[in-house]
């Protein structure tokens, strides 16, 4: 995986927001913060917050003494995320690695990422810096993408863009659904020292009102824009080509699934 699958800047976060957020990942945050909140943390550290689409519902649902701070990679996600909080509401924002984490050893009840961990170019460390940070009894809340078969969009925009750059296609689209080997993740988890370990698919439907709104997400509110720029493709035409592609092979319904992971630590 390049580095440059984790580049989230420019004008990518609110075109992610806007685009992408109701389409893919407001249903899948609605799950995860259930879940959280059903673990009554006092503290939790929420990884590649991203422009907030979980934070928010976090916020929401935990107690209103939980301590939630949101970090990020890329500061321009965050930004886009703190607007989406009053002042006087408990959230503090940090830029962190996830591989790297700028925090002390046992200072969370809880660990919670909304599809980030498939970004992260050493997932071992990761886990370490996870469990390291987290107390005794404490809990790491993951989702991450299934395959391209179980979330046909991401092959239709994959296949789309092959089309324009057949020689040297964009390979985003293989970074965040390329991460979704339950026995790898468990024992990658168990490694790192997480105890218990359970994995659930969770299939989500949404709905797809506009196939312009949701092609100017796919290609317009990730990476793969920069990857369209750099062979000095039209990002304009390019997205037209994926809202005709989505329209024809997916219609007005768009099936989602993913894995939902919980490690505990002892
Ligand atoms: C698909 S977005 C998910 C954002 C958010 N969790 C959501 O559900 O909308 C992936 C996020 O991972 C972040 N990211 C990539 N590599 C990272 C790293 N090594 N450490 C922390 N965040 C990272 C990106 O900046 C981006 O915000």
Request: overall charge negative; proline content about 6%; aromatic content about 10%.
């Given at each position: 995986?390049?580095?440059?699958?984790?580049?989230?800047?420019?004008?990518?976060?609110?075109?992610?927001?806007?685009?992408?957020?109701?389409?893919?990942f407001d249903g899948y945050a609605d799950d995860l913060a259930r879940r959280v909140a059903a673990l009554?943390?006092?503290?939790v550290?929420e990884?590649?917050a991203?422009?907030?689409i979980l934070s928010?519902k976090l916020?929401?649902a935990?107690?209103?003494?939980?301590?939630?701070?949101?970090?990020?990679?890329?500061?321009?996600?965050?930004?886009?995320?703190?607007?989406?909080?009053?002042?006087?509401?408990?959230?503090?924002?940090?830029?962190?690695?996830?591989?790297?984490?700028?925090?002390?050893?046992?200072?969370?009840?809880l660990i919670v990422c909304q599809f980030g961990?498939?970004?992260?170019?050493?997932?071992?460390?990761?886990?370490?810096?996870?469990?390291?940070?987290?107390?005794?009894?404490?809990?790491?809340l993951f989702n991450?993408?299934?395959?391209?078969?179980?979330?046909?969009?991401?092959?239709?925009?994959?296949?789309?863009?092959?089309?324009?750059?057949?020689?040297?296609?964009?390979?985003?689209?293989?970074?965040?659904?390329?991460?979704?080997?339950?026995?790898?993740?468990?024992?990658?988890?168990?490694?790192?020292?997480?105890?218990?370990?359970?994995?659930?698919?969770v299939?989500v439907?949404?709905?797809?009102?506009?196939?312009?709104?949701?092609?100017?997400?796919?290609?317009?509110?990730?990476?793969?824009?920069?990857?369209?720029?750099?062979?000095?493709?039209?990002?304009?035409?390019?997205?037209?080509?994926?809202?005709?592609?989505?329209?024809?092979?997916?219609?007005?319904?768009?099936?989602?699934?993913a894995?939902v992971v919980h490690?505990?630590?002892?």
């Amino acid at each position: 995986m390049t580095n440059d699958a984790a580049k989230f800047r420019g004008s990518i976060p609110v075109n992610y927001d806007r685009y992408l957020g109701p389409h893919i990942f407001d249903g899948y945050a609605d799950d995860l913060a259930r879940r959280v909140a059903a673990l009554n943390p006092r503290s939790v550290l929420e990884l590649a917050a991203g422009t907030g689409i979980l934070s928010r519902k976090l916020r929401d649902a935990l107690a209103k003494q939980c301590e939630l701070i949101a970090s990020d990679l890329n500061p321009p996600m965050l930004e886009v995320a703190k607007a989406k909080f009053r002042s006087g509401e408990s959230v503090r924002f940090r830029e962190t690695d996830a591989t790297n984490l700028a925090f002390d050893d046992g200072s969370f009840d809880l660990i919670v990422c909304q599809f980030g961990v498939m970004f992260f170019p050493d997932k071992h460390r990761s886990y370490s810096e996870a469990h390291r940070v987290l107390r005794s009894g404490g809990s790491y809340l993951f989702n991450v993408w299934d395959s391209w078969e179980r979330n046909p969009f991401a092959r239709a925009v994959h296949q789309t863009v092959e089309s324009f750059f057949p020689g040297n296609p964009p390979g985003f689209y293989k970074v965040p659904f390329g991460y979704h080997d339950a026995r790898e993740i468990e024992e990658s988890l168990s490694q790192a020292g997480f105890s218990r370990v359970s994995i659930e698919r969770v299939a989500v439907d949404s709905l797809i009102p506009s196939p312009r709104d949701f092609a100017q997400g796919l290609v317009f509110g990730n990476p793969l824009y920069d990857e369209v720029v750099t062979r000095g493709g039209d990002p304009q035409e390019v997205c037209a080509a994926v809202a005709t592609a989505i329209d024809r092979e997916l219609g007005s319904e768009l099936h989602l699934q993913a894995l939902v992971v919980h490690a505990a630590r002892n």
